[in-house]
């Protein structure tokens, strides 16, 4: 309806170039509103208002203008001139019955628009070292990233998902290491373990395959491997003794040796975050390696770019980044003294090829401690020429489990971390994906494990999957009575929906495009989890308060077509957030 109504405006609107108005306004520039109170219609609009001052026209002048210009529609009652130059829209009482014929006609693709454009997006979201299992924080970048995702490209963007994998540098270094070490304890020899390790027990079925590989090819004497390391802590430097120990390792296994460790701990690890996620339903089109943006010569490109602009100077034995100049709280370091090349530069390098694609638009959705990222790498985009604002950073807040009131203590360094898959294993996908979602992805999230696993009316994914079941059920029991449902009796008939209940299914029913549309707009997903649940409500309590299967043909076809559009929605809106649809609770 809303987007009826803003077509009806711009045609309106364009009638009116060349008397009224020096140009045509953009699309994107009428906007049309529920309004707040009944007595001031369904929709108003502010068009007037704005268009104003480039009109040179007084605002109710302009307003009453636009009215008369209004094409005649079907969904249209009437529109009136108020305040300061509103426009407000009272609809016909067949409007609704449209909407509800829309549902059926339109399907699964019933809400979806062309907002976007075709505008290429790519989400780039997840992301994690593969240094080990996903933790119930990856689990909400997830859920969060995969649904934004699907709902941008409901709206008519043209999105791509990506994961970007982090398998260049010191921590892919220090897991070769953490392997090499459970292999040689397979092995036989007795070593302690570095606090700087990586010491959970997912590291053992690794080192084990390792063995399997190489039996005793790499194990080396536990006396050569420890001798004359600086101490570890808590009595030494953790980063010192872990740094020295990489090179230990290359020097006792060679070059061959710790690759051979370094890419079989890459692949599983890799293998074990795919299979993750593709049981949670999050499936990327890309996945990006570091390593071969290395390769590509992709951040060689990109430093000649920033040497060619003037945007890099020589400072310490380094090369600079003048970031500061571009929005950066400080310059940054693009090449070390020994002549590598920084995180920071694979990251501005990484994005400058994004936009090679041809993605117009970058969303990277991180943990909530990059917050200091998105200053720099936006920088490092405008100092190499492109618009800052091309880039999107939304920063995912942390998720706290609690069992029984308790919060359940998580420290990754430890490896006292719960991982996404137990987190899946304990509660099913579907409450995964949307608790995850009941909240604003910039707020802290708190995950109730046994409200997640009830089978009650408070738990809200079961609440909103009961509304869809029950539906099922309705139309079980009709064909039970050896009856039918007409659907285009059912919708020709739908004036009849005029109970108060029937009123408020309806007029949620329409909102669900609107709700989309706002929730990409706001990259904001947890919007359509808070439609469902009211949409579930005013479902629920129209099923208690009356009959649907009546014996009056016209009004039971009207209903059964109401309830079978409600299901419908349900279907859609949970689809898109990957959550399942069941037939049956």
Known sequence: MKQQLEQLLLTALNKLVGSLLPEAPAASAVVVERTREAQHGDFATNVALRLAKPAKRNPRELAQAIVAALPVSQLVARTEVAGAGFINFFLTADAYALELASIHELGERYGCSNLGQGQRVLVEFVSANPTGPLHVGHGRQAAYGATLANILAAVGFDVAREYYINDAGRQMDILAVSVWLRYLELCGEELPFPANGYRGDYVRPVAQKLQSRLIEKLRRPAAAVLANLP?????????????????????????????????LSLQEMLADIREDLEQFGVVFDRWYSER?????????????????????????????????????????VVVRENGQKTYFASDIAYHLEKRDRGFERLIDVLGADHHGYIARVRAGLVAMGEPGECLEVNLIQFVSLFRGGEKIPMGKREAQFVTLRQLREEVGNDACRFFYLMRSHDQPLDFDLELAKSRT?????????YAHARVASVMKQLAARGLSFDRGAGLASATLLVDAHEQAVLNSLARFAEVLEQAAVNRAPHALVHYLRELANVFHTYYNAEQFIVSEPQLRNARLALVLGVQQVIRNGLILLGVSAPQSM
């Open 457 to 465: 009316n408070e738990n809200p994914v079961y609440y909103i999957q």
């Open 292 to 332: 071969a943006l290395g390769c590509s010569g992709a951040i060689d490109r990109a430093l000649a770019r920033l040497e060619a602009q003037g945007r890099l100077y020589r400072q310490y034995g380094a090369v600079w980044l003048r970031a500061s100049e571009f929005g950066d709280e400080k310059d940054r």
């Open 231 to 263: 101490a570890d802590a808590p009595v030494g430097d953790k980063e010192a003794y872990i740094d020295a120990l990489i090179e230990r390792t290359r020097q006792l296994i060679g070059a061959d040796g710790f690759r051979e460790v370094l890419e």
